[in-house]
């Protein structure tokens, strides 16, 4: 995937972890002042990074050696000095280790929704701020993975203010002229309106309302004539017709009047886009556990780590909450925590109607904002059953029911790796924090997820695959099921 800072994928955001960049003797030695994913060998991208008097740049690709549980070096012949703030686009070479943001949020979907959770090692190789121009260095990378399939936007609103319409049309296919020398089939995905508030203020003017127009038109007539090309219109689901000044998006669109929002993720940009993905990958497969010992075939033995939380009918615990609960079953090896003093939680597990074990069952009612549920998978040591530098990926079902009136505000799915030095979370894209529960809209949904991939830096801790979610007002019951769990090694 290649796009702006609406696209990327990972961040190590640090400008609030105090972290230092020095550069001496051709040698970067970074610290980021926390826990990081990255491995040796792994290619970054540092952006929007320099020394105090702003001279010495460190911005660029590197490739990394990883030294500890904060710290990396990398070689930069550049003179010598140190920085720190900034932040830092980490991506893989080879697999990928990358964790999913809100800004994502329309691949999360349109993976979910129309492919079965199946798409997999998916790489990113934007970054935040980036211009079309800027990406042409980025597709050697994309060439070098040999990719089924590169999906490309939406992006181009960073070169609004800056760019004629002609140069962007022109950096965009000076960019798609290298994956096509490859033979890369190329998904555009069209630019999706702003509002003229928040982030999108900035940029939004009826000049750039029809450069948007007028670019998306250029892109859709390329693709009906280029072999190679689908074109993807998000924006027509996107905007809406009666906004005034023309040309801005739905209300809840925006997280913050530029990135879009989880719930236009899944109402606009995933049905445009889910359709040409089902052409191209047709009858893809559920990649779900179906079974404990689940290895996809890939192997001869079990490449699934939970041994029985997702079929197992009793056993677990509730301990942590303090939510009323009454009546509340919890499948074997499993907890719940039901957190609000005037928060009530019931549910039994249930058999899945597809056969594949049981759903963990909650039906939480919040009675105030702040309240919060959370059900745990099974808490697996690392010890015996994963080695340092495995690559885990958390797959389940999730189910949610009475999402309207419910103030539900926020939930992701989250594959913890907990090493007892640090506690590495990798999470779903379904979250708002900060926002109104008006986010996600009135719609119930059941969906397959796919977790990001998560690297195994100690095999001295635990992991666990978890859904959170939280409220923001007192509201009506929200069903959650939670099932067809699993935490599978090495899937390649």
Known sequence: MSGDSRTRLQEYAMGTTSPTFVRASGVVT???GQAHNLVTNNQIYIENLADAGGT???????????????????????????????????????????QYTGFAAWFEYTNALYCNAALRNIKNVAFSGAKIADQLANMSVVVAQKPDLHIAGPLGVNDLNTRTLAQMYADTLANYAVLQAAGIPIVHISEVPFMNSGSGGAIFSAANVVKQLEFNKLMESYCAVTPGMEYVDAYSLYVDPLSSPAGQAKANYTKDGLHPSPWSCRQAIAPALGPVLQKLFPAVPSRLPSSNADNFAYSSTSNNLTSVGWASTAGGSTSGSTATITGLTVCANMQVVATGPTATCTGAPTLRADGFGYDQVCVFTAGASGDALAIYGENISTSGKANVNDLLTGRCAISLAGVSGSKLKQFQISLVIDDNVSINSYSTVFTGSGLSSAIFGTDDFSIPIKMPQAIVHSTAGHIRLS??????????????????????????
Request: hydrophobic residues 30%; proline residues 3%.
């Open 30 to 32: 970074a610290n980021l």
């Open 56 to 98: 010495n740049d460190f911005t660029g690709w590197f490739t990394i050696t990883r030294t500890g549980t904060n710290t990396f070096t990398y070689p930069d012949a550049r003179p010598d000095a140190t920085a720190s703030w900034g932040s830092v686009n980490g991506r893989s070479s080879g697999i990928y280790n990358e």
């Open 467 to 492: 859904f959170s979610c939280s409220f923001d007002g007192a509201g009506t019951a929200l069903t959650v099921k939670f099932g067809r769990q699993g935490i599978i090694k090495n899937e390649t």
